[in-house]
């Protein structure tokens, strides 16, 4: 996959709190994605991790001092937040929080927040402390403070923290800030739109053993719930079989059969601005569910009356929606003639656009390569990863949707 970070240039600063032993890994994880990171310790964070450690993983010179004298013109916090596309501060402490809410500057890296250019340099903060800390009213109030200042707070995570108890202020995982970081990055070309996902293959029973099913791994449909997270969309994905995690911020409703998804997105559908049809639904389903294990008689070519029956059309059944009607796109999975196939799904399923791929280039692969067909032409996207093919894809919706679609 490409390098998520490439050419970013990221502050990252470190208040004190035990969480600072994550910040490690993380900064190993944004130099890996492409970024360059320069980082900045409170003298509180210094007590948890050292600054060698930070400096051997960025691979420069830690600043933790608004007195250093190797600084050229003994103006680091100036310097340091001209050259960032963004500073992050995690783990960002009650005590470093309070002090932005207050627009205080006694220390370097406080200094440095207060100090950098609001609208080139944005800021990112990810909390981390004991639970009765974050939930103090005083916390809370801080929190809100500097998210009407601009600045972006991730949320934390729930579960067992470092003084023994159990609750709500850990520190997100250090690959959830850098996706949380990757996102941010993201241009918002479906902010404030509803978007609902079907993604994976669907499993249909035959008995309490067998069913029906196929090769779809859901990678596409998860890359592109993913997207249009990223794009500020509020995200309902309904899943398949599948073993993926959720992308980050995305609601998921798991679901087996086509009959299950038919449920699960019909009602939902008038309420969304996008309905986006990756899963490779089953056609059929056998007619009859066998309550006990069919057995296999001697001699006998299938089981005695194993019949299949048409699975609802989830697709066409939103396409026909007569009042508030999603723009609807829908894949088609083929194995030849893909523009006369997918023009003639365009009509058949009344889509806005079909995005054609090869079956047998995209399941369980990686990558991909897609033909968009809609009334006004093809356009083919050419072999890329399927998270950059994603964002193109949604780049291209948010481009299609009309001005009567928006919120
Ligand atoms: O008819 P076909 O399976 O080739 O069409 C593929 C498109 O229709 C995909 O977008 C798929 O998600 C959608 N579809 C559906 N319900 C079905 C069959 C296909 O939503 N029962």
Known sequence: ????????????????????????????????????????????????????????????????????????????????????????????????????????????????????????????????????????PATQRNLRQIAADGAHVLNVGTGDQACGETGDGRMLEAAEIRDELIAFFQPKRLAGRRVLITAGPTFEPIDPVRGLTNRSSGKMGFAVARAAAEAGAEVTLVAGPVHLPTPRGVRRIDVQTAQQ?????????????????????????????????????????????????ENPDILAAVGKLAASRPFCVGFAAESQDLAKFARDKLERKRADLIVGNIGAATFGQDDNTLLLVDKAGERELPRNDKLSLARELVSEIAARMTPTTTP
Request: hydrophobic fraction near 50%.
């Open 261 to 309: 998804m038919f449920d699960a997105v019909l009602p939902r559908a008038g309420q969304q601005d996008v309905f986006i049809a990756t899963a490779a639904v089953a056609d059929w389903r056998p007619a009859k569910l066998a309550d006990h294990k069919i057995k296999k008689q001697p001699g006998q070519a299938a089981p005695a009356g194993f019949e299949l029956t």
């Open 1 to 136: 996959m490409s390098l998520q970070l490439e050419g970013k240039h990221i502050l990252l600063g470190l208040s004190g709190g035990i969480a600072c032993y994550k910040a490690a890994e993380l900064v190993r994880l944004l130099v890996k994605d492409g970024a360059t990171v320069q980082v900045v310790m409170s003298e509180a964070a210094t007590q948890f991790i050292t600054p060698v450690t930070m400096q051997a993983l960025s691979n420069r010179p830690v600043r933790t001092s608004q007195w250093d004298a190797a600084e050229f013109n003994n103006m680091a916090h100036i310097n340091m937040s001209r050259e960032a596309d963004a500073m992050l501060i995690a783990p960002a402490s009650a005590d470093l929080i309070a002090k932005l809410a207050q627009g205080r500057a006694d220390d370097l890296l406080s200094l440095t927040a207060l100090a950098r250019p609001i609208e080139r340099c944005p800021l990112l903060v990810a909390p981390a402390m004991n639970r009765e800390m974050w939930a103090h």
